[in-house]
């Protein structure tokens, strides 16, 4: 399995994937998939925008979304609730990511598909067929869809046509980020390689202190941080990187332990999600710090997944004990914990 899928895989040092089983998505689409990177039934793509700042959406307005890779299935939950509002099942099998498009379609990657279901629904709108696992998803400005497969990121317009097919240094991609300037990061099994904006060109290849990059972020200043997993031998750092640098500018390892996910607040605060025994932690850094401001560990059990909504309040996807927990701004308390439908969250979003 990737590295997200499980903390009985994190000190394995390769982020090689273990094929996941296919059999079971046969039947699970009325709609028939075409070609490699066609939507079915010839629907076009919606309208879609940048989704970097998908975890600021506010939670006060909209809905809390759970990717659940145990369950095959994503929940859906009314702002301040810990009740399932809707579960969305059909055309799912051990999900690896998601997204939203303008409209706010939710596009869900699953073994070669990407399924795609209306704002509010539970039913399968229709399947994009992507050819490989596709790991991440994310849309450029352009409303150009990436998804991170085996050994490559496959680019597709908004008819669902294949644009290009991005394969120079890419190797077991396990997420993607636009500075903002509009390159494309991609973080591989021992490297950052970043491509020119709507092109295929290797720009720069980021290899110092890159040691199982599991997650990318930029903060305001457009600095570069990379969680870096580790190895046998060493806990995981995240490493940060100046504007079109290829040398580490610092390090942040205080607090730091099998590092899985970053995120930022609207004040720049940096949220790290340690997957470390036995229970793992959120440690939180002032804008430009590599000291701990704050640790989380209250109701903390395996953080797979981070969220942040308008007013800071952060949201935690744990894999140990099948939870999401929420803490307000500035806190380490967990104020909500939700368990109903639950089962190894592995990515948090707002939505309709």
């Not at 793509?45 to 998908?54: E, G, R």
């Not at 799912?92 to 706010?104: C, H, K, M, Q, V």
């Not at 609207?266 to 590599?290: F, H, K, Q, R």
Request: charged share 15%.
């Amino acid at each position: 399995m990737r590295w997200h899928l499980g903390r009985e895989v994190k000190h394995c040092c390769s982020l090689i994937a273990a094929s996941l089983s296919l059999a079971l998505l046969a039947a699970c689409s009325g709609n028939e998939t075409v070609g490699p990177g066609v939507v079915s039934g010839g629907v076009p793509f919606d309208s879609v925008l940048a989704t970097q700042a998908l975890t600021h959406r506010a939670a006060q307005q909209k809905n809390l979304y759970a990717l659940n890779y145990g369950s095959s299935r994503v929940t859906v939950y009314a702002p301040g609730s810990n009740k399932v509002l809707r579960a969305i099942s059909q055309g799912l099998y051990r999900p690896g990511a998601f997204t939203f498009d303008s409209r706010e379609n939710l596009y869900v990657a699953v073994h070669n598909n990407v399924r795609v279901y209306a704002p509010g629904k539970t039913t399968l709108l229709r399947t994009l067929h992507v050819g490989y696992e596709p790991y991440a998803l994310l849309f450029d400005d352009q409303e150009n869809l990436y998804a991170a497969e085996f050994n490559r990121v496959l680019v597709l317009r908004r008819n669902g046509q294949v644009l290009r097919t991005i394969t120079t240094g890419v190797k077991n991609p396990v997420a993607l980020a636009f500075d903002g300037t509009g390159d494309l990061y991609v973080a591989n099994e021992y490297a950052v390689t970043v491509y020119a904006k709507g092109t295929v060109k290797l720009l720069r290849t980021i290899s110092q202190d890159i040691l199982g990059p599991s997650s990318l972020a930029f903060d305001g200043s457009g600095n570069l941080y990379v969680a870096n997993l580790g190895n046998f031998y060493q806990s995981g750092v995240v490493s940060v990187y100046a504007p079109g640098s290829s040398s580490v500018l610092r390090t942040i390892s205080q607090g730091v332990n099998y590092p899985r996910v970053l995120a930022f607040d609207s004040a720049g605060n940096l949220y790290v999600a340690n997957d470390s025994s036995p229970t793992g932690s959120v440690t939180v850094y002032a804008p430009g710090e590599g000291s701990v401001l704050r640790t989380i560990t209250d109701a903390v059990a395996g953080p797979l997944a981070l969220a942040l909504d308008s007013a800071s309040n952060l949201y935690v996807g744990n894999a140990d004990d099948n939870t999401v927990t929420e803490y307000a701004d500035g806190t380490t308390s967990a104020m909500l914990s939700i368990s109903k439908g639950i089962n190894r969250p592995t990515a948090l979003a707002f939505g309709p």
